[in-house]
C-alpha cells in the first residue's frame, strides 16, 4: 500500500480557505468604501486591501486597484526587514515614501496592522488608498511639474502610528495635518483605514481559531504553491520566445517629447523574463514610477491571461523575472518625482499587452483609453480649502471575440468616476456635460469602447487645475488590422475662444467663476479588418448613437440611408467595400 504524505492537502479545504481569505480581504474593501471620507476613495474607490502572511507575501486581495496590490510585497519586506525584530501585538505601521519606505507615491498613504495570535506574528492586515492631499506644490498632490520629490508633499518613511496597546501617535497625526490642505479628509480617510485593518484582524483571526494555526501556516504554503504551479502551466502553454513592443506617453507640458517604452516579453518553458531596457531614462517631471508599482503592472498584465481560479497571492509572481534600467523612468533614483506615476503603470501594462498580442493573439484585446485621466481642482470656497480629485474611467480596446467595453476602468485601476450627485452637492462644481463620445471608438471587426467625456463649471470665484491624462498624439491602438481609437482631448471653454491643454499639464491653470473644464477620454483600439464588420452591427451602432453615417462610410465601407428608422444599403455597401478592399 502506497504511504500517503504526512501533511496531505486537502482541496476542498484548501479552497474553503482561500476563499474564507478573500472574503476578509473584500470586508476590509467594504469598510473602507463606507467610512471613508474623500471622494478619491470612498466614490473613486482609488485603494486596496490585503491580507499578507506572517513572510509579508499576500495570500489574499481585495476587489480594488491591481496596479496597488502588485506593489504590496515589496513595501511589506521593506517593513519587515526595518521593524520586524520589535513587533508587538496592537502596533500600526504607517508610511508612503517610495524611496524610504518602498511605496507607491506621496499620495498612497499605507496603513498596516501585524496579526499576532497566541503571542506570534501570523501575518499583517494592510491597506493603501490614495489621499485626497498629502501637501506639496499643487493641490491633490499629483503634480505633473514637480522635478523632485521634495517638492510633491509630505513623505513619511515607515512609523509607528500605535504602538502596542497605546493610543495613536498624536504627533504623526499633528504632522500630517499641518502639512496637507484638507486635514479632515484626509485624517477621516486615514482612521477608515485603521477600522478596516482592525476588522481585518479579527476576520484573520477567527479564521485562524477555527482551523489552529498548523493548519493554517500549512495551507497558506500550499496557496502559494498552487498559484505558482497554475501560472507556470499556463505560460508552458505560450510558445517560447521573446516578444516586443514600444508605445509612447506624448510627453508634458506645453512643447511635449514623446517618452519611450520598450518591452521584451522572453517566454521560456515555464517562466517568463520581462525586459524593460530600452525604455527612457527618468524625467524631470512627476510620472516617474518606481519599481514596485512597474513590478505590480507586469504582473498585473501577466495576471490578466492566467484562469480565474489562480489565487491572488504571491506564488503566482514566482516564475515571473522583472527587470527595469536603474535611472530610467520605471525605475527613478531619489529624488525623481513620481506624483503622477499612475500614468506610466497604465503604460507599461499597455506595452506588455501589445507584446503579448504576438504571442497569444487570440487572447488579448486591442489598446484601451489608456487608464485614467485625474484633474485635481484646488478652491477655496466660503474661506473654506477645498480639494477635489476625480479619476475619469474609461473604455477597454476590442477583444478577438467581442466589441470592446464602453464606461469600464482600465484592467490595472478598478476604480469609478464620482457620481454627479456626490460631486455637486460637495464641490462648487457643476457637471454640465457627461456621456459617451460617438464615433470614438477604434473602427475593427470589433469596435473599441466609446471615449467618455465629462465637463465641469467652476461656480467659484477661483480655481486652481491640474491634470494628467494621455493618448492625444499616440491614440490606443487596434490589433490584426483594427484601427486606433480617437485621441484625448482637454479644452477649456469649448466655443470660439477656447483653450486646448496639453495631456500632462506641468503648470496648474487658473480657472475663473463660469469657466468649463471639458475633457474627453480616448476610445478604445478596434480588432481585426473594419471591412468585415457584420453591416447589421454597424447599423445597430448607429441606432445607438455609437457612431454617425459619415463614419459608418468612412470608417466601415457601410452604406447607411438617412430615415425613420435608417436602413442598410446592401447593394452601396457592397460595391463600396469591393472598391476599399482594391485600393
Not at 37 to 52: N, P
Not at 186 to 202: F, I, K, S, T
Amino acid at each position: 500500500m502506497r504511504k500517503q504524505p504526512k501533511h496531505r492537502i486537502d482541496p476542498v479545504l484548501l479552497e474553503v480557505i482561500k476563499n474564507g481569505l478573500d472574503t476578509i480581504a473584500d470586508e476590509i474593501a467594504l469598510i473602507i468604501m463606507r467610512t471613508a471620507y474623500s471622494a478619491i476613495v470612498r466614490d473613486a474607490m482609488d485603494y486596496s486591501t490585503a491580507i499578507c502572511d506572517a513572510q509579508g507575501r499576500t495570500v489574499a486581495q481585495g476587489l480594488t486597484t491591481p496596479l496597488h496590490l502588485g506593489s504590496f510585497f515589496d513595501a511589506m519586506q521593506n517593513l519587515i526587514r526595518s521593524h520586524g525584530k520589535g513587533l508587538k501585538p496592537g502596533d500600526v505601521f504607517i508610511f508612503n515614501d517610495p524611496y524610504l519606505a518602498a511605496g507607491q507615491h506621496l499620495p498612497d498613504i499605507y496603513v498596516v496592522k501585524p496579526i499576532f495570535i497566541d503571542a506570534r506574528l501570523e501575518g499583517w492586515s494592510t491597506t493603501v488608498a490614495h489621499h485626497n492631499d498629502v501637501g506639496g506644490i499643487v493641490p491633490g498632490s499629483n503634480s505633473v511639474g514637480a522635478t523632485e520629490i521634495y517638492q510633491e508633499g509630505l513623505r513619511l518613511p515607515v512609523l509607528k502610528l500605535i504602538e502596542g496597546k497605546g493610543a495613536e501617535n498624536q504627533i504623526i497625526l499633528d504632522i500630517i495635518a499641518a502639512n496637507v490642505r484638507v486635514p479632515d479628509k484626509v485624517l477621516g480617510d486615514l482612521r477608515a483605514q485603521l477600522a478596516a485593518c482592525r476588522a481585518g484582524e479579527a476576520g484573520f483571526v477567527a479564521l485562524f481559531r477555527r482551523y489552529g494555526a498548523p493548519t493554517m501556516r500549512r495551507y497558506f504554503e500550499a496557496l502559494h504553491d498552487y498559484a505558482e504551479r497554475l501560472a507556470r502551466t499556463t505560460f508552458a502553454e505560450i510558445p517560447d520566445g521573446t516578444y516586443r513592443f514600444v508605445t509612447h506617453i506624448d510627453g508634458f507640458g506645453e512643447t511635449p517629447e514623446p517618452i519611450r517604452f520598450e518591452v521584451a516579453v522572453t517566454f521560456r518553458g515555464d517562466e517568463v523574463e520581462i525586459d524593460l531596457e530600452g525604455t527612457s531614462k527618468q524625467v524631470k517631471a512627476g510620472i516617474n514610477a518606481p519599481l514596485p508599482f512597474t513590478k505590480a503592472a507586469c504582473y498585473a498584465a501577466l495576471r490578466s491571461i492566467l484562469g480565474t481560479d489562480v489565487p491572488n497571492c504571491q506564488g503566482f509572481t514566482r516564475p515571473i523575472t522583472v527587470r527595469a534600467p536603474l535611472g530610467s523612468i520605471v525605475n527613478p533614483i531619489e529624488p525623481g518625482a513620481c506624483g503622477a506615476r499612475g500614468i506610466t503603470g497604465f503604460r507599461v501594462m499597455d506595452c506588455m499587452f501589445g507584446a503579448l498580442a504576438q504571442a497569444i493573439p487570440d487572447r488579448v484585446p486591442a489598446d484601451s483609453n489608456g487608464g485614467a485621466s485625474i484633474p485635481s481642482f484646488g478652491i477655496r470656497h466660503e474661506g473654506k480649502p477645498m480639494v477635489f480629485v476625480e479619476t475619469i474611467m474609461g473604455n477597454w480596446g476590442a477583444a478577438p471575440t467581442h466589441d470592446g467595453q464602453d464606461g469600464v476602468a482600465h484592467m490595472g485601476a478598478n476604480q469609478s468616476n464620482v457620481p454627479i450627485e456626490m460631486i455637486e452637492a460637495e464641490y462648487p462644481l457643476r457637471v454640465e456635460r457627461y456621456g459617451l463620445v460617438a464615433d470614438s471608438g477604434g473602427p475593427g471587426r470589433h469596435r473599441g469602447g466609446l471615449g467618455i467625456e465629462r465637463s465641469f463649471r467652476l461656480l467659484a470665484d477661483e480655481a486652481t487645475l491640474t491634470l494628467r491624462s494621455d493618448k492625444r498624439r499616440f491614440p490606443p491602438f487596434g490589433c490584426q488590422g483594427g484601427k486606433s481609437g480617437a485621441p484625448c482631448m482637454t479644452i477649456i471653454n469649448p466655443g470660439a475662444e477656447h483653450r486646448t491643454l496639453p495631456v500632462l499639464v506641468t503648470d496648474p491653470v487658473t480657472l475663473k467663476r463660469g469657466d468649463v473644464f471639458h475633457h474627453r477620454l480616448a476610445g478604445g483600439g478596434g480588432y481585426g479588418d473594419p471591412l468585415t464588420r457584420d453591416p447589421a452591427q454597424v447599423l445597430q451602432d448607429l441606432l445607438l448613437d455609437k457612431i454617425t453615417i459619415g463614419h459608418a462610410r468612412a470608417a466601415y465601407g457601410v452604406v447607411i440611408i438617412a430615415g425613420t428608422p435608417p436602413r442598410l444599403d446592401p447593394a452601396a455597401t457592397h460595391a463600396l467595400r469591393a472598391g476599399s478592399a482594391k485600393a
